[in-house]
């Protein structure tokens, strides 16, 4: 199971990095922020030198994009990059967990964090 947070902040996609890590801006904050970088939580997607790491950021950029996000923040990593899950509401308004969704779609692996 992957690790999820209930409380999160609203964001758009600047830059997708590779299969699990992408730079968000947060949205609905009274002064502009600098960009966060994020680390997917629970999944492990192949380096960009590797097979499928081209294909893993792609379907990464193609979930995000043009979306508001729910970032969930879970914690900071050694790299000091913020460790969250993402989240974006289907047609519906139900939550579509980004990690899983790369993970059903087999451009990532589940990791134990």
Known sequence: MLPFTVWGWPAKAVRVIDGDTLLVQR????????????????????????DGGEAAKEALEKLVKGRVLEVHP??????????????????????????AVLVKTGHAVLVDW
């Open 27 to 50: 949205l609905e904050v009274d002064e502009p922020e600098p960009a966060v970088r994020v680390r997917l939580a629970g999944i492990d997607a192949p380096e960009l030198k590797n």
């Open 74 to 99: 879970i914690e900071y990593g050694k790299y000091g990059r913020l460790i969250a899950d993402l989240t974006f509401p289907d047609k519906k308004g139900k939550p579509v967990h980004i990690p």
